[in-house]
């Protein structure tokens, strides 16, 4: 399906800026406090939460029939939902957030450019061009960016922004990371934070299942899980691709300027070849069972 | 206007009277008839009826969204950014308007002139279907006044939609100078036709590019949600062939609906040329549409074994996908089959309605009904379906005052034709006059 | 935001730390440490050294391998089977307060560690309390250990700071 290109539209294996930071989740360490929810919320200059960010039934809250858990909006750019698993006696807690993918499909799929992934990880976003389209909504494979749909007036994207203005671009760690009490979440470079995650598996296998979830997905991404149930388990969606999302929409670009280079020739020589000693004249055509319309 | 044609009043066609005197605007605008006979015919119809009640309640509800935001109108759903805005008025509405670029390649690349009778009737659906498309995304945009931000302020070249707004953009264009050659022989400015006529390879050509790309891209847009869209409408390799083969018998189809709806009910404005022609015509485009469809059928059959998609046949996805096919494509080629070979135009006309109901259901599909199959399905906010509707409504009447007054069904004369005159034409005449085309697509 | 080092009650804490004794056991071990790393949401903690003395096994559960009572964890023991006290054993001593600082993490990635996964303070104490406490049934809820102060209430939009009960009830 992929082939080797080396075009910059479809560069595949990009593993992100090679000093890029990230986040490393680790879900065995969560205990489902909800500071850092508090902490974005702060951080981001939000709008009061409608419950208190210390108040848990929230994790009893679901949705559309009972088959989903809260999400991002534009509201709150990170939560924490509690799971049940059969592989773990005690409940497990999972924080959501924009995951600043190393290829962002909300970056590619902008038409307007809003999105920039800075040489740190973050995957910003500038509101000032947002035209309001909402294809990076759906372009995102981990369903992130939530839209403002309240405002008439200046509607944007609202998503987690690795707090990347106010902390990460001065060398300082996201707000959620900062507060979190067990430092189930750690910050660092995305490649030491690889070490740390397979020496924590090394370490502990029986505690983890062997996987890093974000290493490779869709790319690879800036945030990190390690967890000690199925990943399925917890909400996460363990079908994804291992390449960028670009890059299924690479062998459509590519044919873009192949049609533009051939087909004014083409039909060009289509209308010589068909209209070649017929003049003007307007034959209705009775003659013409078996013609092509098309 | 039966009626009236009683009474030997003809519409107006031609650009002088008579008496040999110009048609002023005014009177243009008004058939020729006068501003009783206007109004009283306007009144008469009772589509108009239907079509007022629906402004009445629906215009409201656009002021609304515009005054409280898509909140107000729509779930606002972060998992569903797409609704029916878009998920119909975009992606359904450009399919069935390819119609425009199709007769447009045929007539004026093909060299294929027995098309010409029905020609800007296919250039005229193609420029309405996406100007309104447009309409529709202009209500889905959060921030519409900056629809021109791609073109002219910040570019994001790499992405899809990029592509997809330039190209809409200067399709756009290109179908307006198409379609302008008949107003300008209606507001009578010979130069202006000249003019235009003398790129229509050029513009034809751009349109059969610009089509070919965007069509397909509307398709290469899913490609970005792979695991969103289920695997039996996703395709990350063909998605785009997909959506470009289907718009060809989506267009082709349109124009035999339309062609339909107007000999059925307006045919007052249809000139023998158009209506001598009409039956010909549809089993020239069926047969047109049946290659389409045949080859959508394969490209289809190709993409589900080679992403070996089979078994997803087996499951309740895979049941409605069947429908789909089956409803939408292969009972059409059927039907087609059989219809081109007895030269049964009704029964043609059938298919093609069953190949529109098609592509839209395949369009629905792929944007909202298998969107998140993993999710949850959501139902459209009923204020979303009203402004939809009623944006279908203003469609519809905008392509009704048009075919009444262009040159578009009929052959623009110099002088008007003879027509006797058999009685006194008295104001409030004909009163089951039926000037109208209903909604029937 | 809770760098330990910009607020004053940290100079308490470093007095209570230099005032330690650097050798012996036990019995040269503080009573109690005044914990106020958090004291912008949380008032201080007071930890009952002497408590937990009497109910750790031995120093080593907190303190690894470095009071010289050796390891009970069969992985550090590869290396630190036997060694005798260090002298440096609170946990602050190995356990940045600032972990995630630039500083910090350049030091971290330019160096060949073999222990690049080190807790900074806080997820030290907290890793290594709880754990424990859901076994030995102590306290395991934020304020059972951390009053809140006025200010956290605000934060957490909690107790006076609550949003007025929503029309419908999540609860």
């Known amino acids: 399906m992929l082939s080797p290109a080396k075009k910059a539209l479809a560069a595949g294996n990009l593993a992100g800026f090679p000093d890029g930071m990230g986040v490393l989740v680790d879900l065995t360490r969560c205990v489902g406090c909800r500071s850092c929810e508090a902490a974005c919320n702060r951080e981001q200059g939000l709008p009061a939460p409608d419950q208190p960010f210390d108040d848990y039934s929230v994790f009893e809250q679901s949705f559309h029939g009972g088959t989903q858990k809260r999400r991002p909006t534009e509201k709150a750019y990170t939560v924490v939902n509690r799971y049940e698993s059969e592989a773990s006696d005690k409940p497990i807690y999972r924080k959501i957030q924009c995951n600043h993918c190393n290829e962002p499909a909300c970056l590619t799929s902008c038409f307007v450019g809003a999105y920039t992934k800075t040489p740190e990880g973050a995957v910003t976003y500038n509101s000032k061009v947002c035209v309001g389209c909402r294809n990076c909504m759906v372009a995102c494979p981990f369903h992130v960016p939530a839209y403002s749909y309240s405002d008439p007036i200046d509607p944007v994207i609202k998503k987690c922004i690795f707090c990347y203005d106010s902390r990460v671009k001065h060398g300082m760690p996201p707000a959620c990371v900062e507060i979190c009490p067990s430092q189930a979440l750690i910050f660092g470079k995305r490649d030491e934070l690889l070490k740390i995650a397979r020496q924590r598996m090394t370490k502990d296998p029986a505690k983890y299942v062997d996987h890093i979830y974000g290493e490779h997905e869709v790319g690879g991404t800036s945030w990190l899980y390690l967890s000690g149930v199925p990943f399925e388990e917890v909400g996460f969606d363990t079908s994804l691709q291992q390449e960028p999302i670009i890059s299924n929409v690479k062998d459509f670009l590519g044919t873009v300027p192949m049609v533009l280079a051939i087909w004014p020739a083409l039909f060009t020589g289509f209308h010589l070849l068909a209209t070649k000693g017929k003049g003007d004249h307007h034959d209705h055509g009775q003659a013409e069972e078996e013609g092509e319309d098309s | 206007m039966k009626k009236l044609a009683e009474h030997g009043i003809r519409p107006l066609d031609s650009a002088e009277k008579k008496n040999g005197k110009k048609w002023n605007l005014m009177e243009k605008l008004f058939l020729g008839l006068s501003l009783e006979q206007y109004v009283s015919q306007v009144i008469r119809n009772k589509f108009n009826w239907v079509l007022g009640a629906i402004l009445a309640i629906g215009i409201p509800f656009i002021i609304y969204r515009f005054i409280f935001g898509l909140g107000s109108v729509t779930h606002s759903s972060y998992d569903y950014p797409w609704g029916l805005f878009l998920g119909f008025g975009l992606f359904c509405m450009v399919p069935l308007s390819a119609s425009g670029f199709m007769l447009g390649t045929t007539v004026e690349i093909f060299g294929r002139h027995d098309f010409e009778p029905i020609e800007r009737l296919a250039l005229l659906n193609g420029l309405l279907g996406y100007l309104f498309a447009v309409v529709y995304l202009l209500v889905d945009l959060g921030q519409p006044w900056r629809l021109a931000y791609p073109m002219v302020y910040s570019f994001g070249p790499a992405a899809v939609l990029f592509l997809v707004g330039w190209h809409v953009a200067t399709y756009l264009s290109v179908q307006v100078a198409e379609v302008s050659t008949a107003f300008f022989e209606w507001i009578g400015w010979p130069a202006g036709k000249a003019f235009i006529r003398k790129g229509t390879i050029g513009l034809t050509v751009a349109g059969i590019i610009l089509s070919t790309l965007h069509q397909g891209a509307l398709g290469a847009l899913f490609v970005y949600a792979p695991g969103k869209v289920h695997p039996l409408w996703y395709s990350a390799p063909f998605q785009w062939i997909h959506f470009f083969v289907s718009s060809i018998p989506g267009g082709l189809c349109m124009v035999i609906a339309v062609s339909t709806i107007v000999i059925k009910t307006m045919s007052w404005r249809c000139d023998e040329r158009f209506k001598e022609n009409l039956g010909d015509l549809t089993l020239k485009l069926a047969k047109g549409a049946s290659m389409g469809l045949i080859t959508y059928l394969v490209i289809k059959l190709i993409a589900v074994a080679h992403d070996n998609e089979w078994v997803y046949l087996a499951s309740g996805w895979g049941l409605w996908w069947l429908i789909e096919m089956i409803g939408g494509v292969v009972a059409p080629l059927v039907i087609f089959a059989y219809g081109i070979r007895h030269k049964l135009v009704g029964l043609v006309r059938i298919g093609a309605f069953m190949t529109i109901a098609g592509v839209v259901l395949n369009r629905l599909n792929t944007a909202l009904i298998t969107f998140n199959w993993k999710l949850y399905q959501e139902i459209p906010h009923i204020s979303e379906i009203i402004i939809s509707i009623t944006i279908f409504a203003i469609y519809i009447a905008t392509y009704r005052f048009i075919l009444n007054r262009l040159p578009i069904l009929y052959a623009w004369k110099a002088q008007p034709a003879e027509a006797p005159v058999k009685a006194e034409v008295p104001v409030a005449a004909g009163r089951e006059s039926e000037q109208e085309m209903p909604a029937g697509a | ?171």
């Open chain 3, 1 to 171: 935001m809770f760098v330990a080092s910009s607020w004053p009650a940290k100079g308490v804490l470093l007095l209570l730390f230099l005032l330690l004794p650097l050798s012996g056991y036990a019995t040269d071990a503080p009573e109690g440490i005044v914990i106020d790393v958090l004291s912008n949401h949380y008032e201080p903690v007071v930890f009952d050294h002497e408590l937990h003395v009497g109910v750790a096994e031995d120093c080593s559960t907190c303190h690894h391998h470095t009071t010289g009572t050796g390891t009970a964890d069969s992985y550090c023991a590869r290396c630190h089977s036997n060694e005798a006290e260090q002298e440096l054993v609170s946990c602050q001593d190995c356990h940045l307060a600032d972990p995630f600082s630039a500083a910090a993490i350049n030091v971290k990635s330019g160096q060949d560690l073999f222990h690049v996964d080190v807790s900074g303070l806080k997820g030290a104490y907290h890793q290594n309390c709880i754990g424990c406490h859901k076994e030995m049934d102590g306290p395991t809820g934020c304020q059972d250990c951390h009053a809140r102060t006025e200010e956290g209430d605000r934060f957490f939009y909690s107790g006076q700071f609550a949003p007025p009960p929503a029309e419908d009830s999540g609860h």
